[in-house]
């Protein structure tokens, strides 16, 4: 059974949350330098649960995630 629009919204704005979640986390950890500009950018990360695993592969074949091994998934940029 084919996810509705409703579930495929919900799931996508869960998956952007947890990124930005996760981008928060690594930014604030201690041992970073403010001078060093140098920043570790979250690319991918394993889908929050909830959600069905035919959900996330569905978004992929939309385009909006793009897989990535072992589980992980990324935001397509521009989506």
């Known amino acids: 059974m084919p996810a509705t ?3 495929l919204r919900k799931a996508f704005k ?3 949350k947890r990124v930005k979640m996760l981008q928060l986390e690594e930014d604030s950890r201690l041992g970073h330098s403010p001078l060093t500009g140098s920043k570790n950018k979250i690319v991918s990360i ?3 649960s ?3 695993k035919e959900i ?3 978004l992929a074949d939309q385009g909006y995630l793009k897989r990535d091994s072992g589980g992980f998934f990324e935001i397509v940029p521009g989506k």
Request: aromatic content about 20%.
């Open 5 to 7: 629009e409703e579930e």
């Open 14 to 16: 869960a998956f952007k």
């Open 46 to 48: 394993q889908p929050p």
């Open 50 to 52: 909830g959600f069905g």
């Open 56 to 58: 996330w592969q569905e």
